[in-house]
């Protein structure tokens, strides 16, 4: 069965057809999304397709991050789900695993150190992912957030900024990030995927 987003892939595929375009690898991708057969666990294309698109650039990304009500909220731990979303007109190829900053009030970067973790299936997790337009990746994020260290070492964060190259998309993030003493937080991180 196809999901909606490769419905709307394969759409997409046949207005390429129908207009007389060159099959090219950007048309063709709507049908691999949508052919159950291609599919990798979280819906984007085998890798060797993926590497012949063009790197997503900010200019062409939004990212959002929703705590889902206090879903990720345990003992002394908070989280939230990372989204990034492809708002330009073209597939594009993005990494898994970009990089990554928490700012503080003053729009300084606190101390992190990211641990990652991959909890569900994914075909080729440290190879980039195809985003096509409209279509968005999410990521779980994990850290401490009370002082279960006695260090009163905790930094507050009122953004969270992803790394696109040189450039940068940010988010608001109200966050909490706790630590030993001297020692960065620990940040667990999952891969970015598309599909359910």
Partial sequence: MYTSSGLRQAEGFIRCALTGM???LVCGIGLLLAAPS??????TPPPR????LPS??????AVSNDDENGAFDA?????TRLTVRNEGRRACRLARWPRLEFLDAGQRPVAVAFERVVR?????PEQPLGLAPGESATSVLRWVSGDAYGDGN???????????KARAVSTPLDARLCSPAKQPAQIERSPLRTGP
């Fill in 75 to 79: 003992t002394m731990h908070s989280g």
């Fill in 38 to 43: 291609a599919l990798a666990s979280d819906n």
């Fill in 120 to 124: 569900q299936a994914i075909n080729a």
């Fill in 154 to 164: 905790c930094h507050p964060t009122t953004q969270l900024r992803v790394r696109i």
């Fill in 49 to 52: 397709l993926v590497a012949g």
């Fill in 22 to 24: 060159r099959l090219s």
């Fill in 56 to 61: 997503c650039s900010a200019a062409d990304l």
